[in-house]
């Protein structure tokens, strides 16, 4: 490990899973990189949903995680563990990571972390990582969604949304969102989707069907799941995909599936978090081949939203629970 890096930092934990006020600061020892591993200094570490469902007693770490919440962080490599060369120490980095993102120092597989351009601020580097292996993945990899083709997105002023709206756009898709008010509609046009709905004051299904001639859309990217099924299915078009990434509203649904064998409908969807470093490893290199200049050149920024230091990581949850949010909210560790 190299001479730099302290023995112990500060992280946030809990001790019992409940409101965001059970999350609080701590002192516990830096990790080391093991093999394939690298150690980030951390600049800043993304907020995302998981993190909340963790804080909940929902979303365990996967065996061998770290029980810190955090999937996403910018920052300097430290340190390298063996099979990692040492010319990465000194180099500014973001990573997907199983989780630790919110500490001073956090570990992360070399497969799973991306360059940061000295153009990127190092908060930007840190809002990008887990929505866009998200969307990557389940857009464009299980929903198999190519150019000319309609993209329904809910939240559409989410992490989620903000991102799968851009990278549609960058990719010649048609994209769909809904939003929980004018305000936000607003902003998600101003993004680039070309339709935004309402879903408080209007009918989604039916919004969808003026909007694509009663033909329907492609592909349906799914955080509700619920009853948001069947009614997504209403806005597929024959061979569409349904693709589930989060089950925000319940994880049962009631499907007529004469319907799914008459439209030939796919049904798929994933989580990202337990899945095999060797997986990841791919997924990311083919980000970084297909997606990542387009962030390098500043083509696509991630939609911002706040910050808010280390230590107040329970306000950051609590911003993200009250649903006010525009794109990404990220805690600011050394910062930079």
């Given amino acids: 490990m190299a001479a730099q890096v302290p023995g112990e930092m500060t992280a946030i ?19 080391e990189p093991g093999e394939g591993q690298v150690l980030l ?20 770490p996967p065996p061998g995680a770290s029980p810190i919440p955090g999937l996403e962080v910018s920052g300097t490599i430290a340190a390298v563990g063996p099979g990692v060369l040492e010319d990465y120490v000194g180099e500014r980095y973001c990573a997907l990571v199983a989780g ?14 991306l360059p940061v351009p000295d153009a990127m601020p190092l908060a930007e580097a840190a809002a990008i990582p887990e929505t866009l292996f998200t969307v990557w993945h389940n857009v464009f990899e299980r929903g198999w969604a190519s150019e000319g083709e309609t993209l329904l997105v809910h939240g559409g002023t989410s992490g989620i949304g903000t991102m799968a709206t851009m990278l549609g756009k960058a990719f010649g898709l048609r994209v769909i969102v809904t939003c929980g008010d004018e305000a936000k509609c607003a902003a998600a046009r101003e993004l680039g989707a070309d339709l935004a709905i309402n879903y408080r004051e209007q009918d989604f299904v039916e919004e969808v069907k003026a909007y694509t001639g009663g033909k329907g859309v492609e592909v349906v990217l799914d955080m509700v799941s619920g009853d948001y099924v069947p009614r997504n299915l209403k806005c597929l078009a024959e061979d569409g995909r349904h693709v589930t990434i989060a089950i925000l509203g319940g994880m049962k649904a009631e499907l007529n599936m004469a319907v799914v064998m008459s439209r030939r409908y796919t049904l798929t969807g994933s989580t990202l978090r337990p899945r095999t470093d060797a997986f990841k490893t791919l997924l990311a290199a083919e980000i970084e081949k297909n997606a990542w200049p387009l962030f390098e050149d500043r083509t696509l920024r991630p939609v911002m939203d706040r910050s808010f230091p280390l230590a107040e990581a329970a306000a950051a949850h609590a911003r993200m629970e009250a649903g006010d949010h525009i794109g990404k909210i990220v805690l600011e560790v050394a910062g930079g």
Avoid at 41 to 60: E, F, M, S, T
Avoid at 100 to 113: S, T
Wanted: charged fraction near 20%.
């Fill in 13 to 31: 934990g809990f001790d019992n899973p409940g409101d965001p006020e059970v999350l609080r600061t701590e002192r516990i020892a830096v990790p």
């Fill in 100 to 113: 630790g993102g919110y500490a001073e120092y956090c570990l992360a597989h070399i497969g799973h972390c």
């Fill in 41 to 60: 200094r951390v600049a800043w570490a993304g907020v995302n949903r998981p993190d909340v469902a963790q804080r909940q007693g929902l979303y365990p």
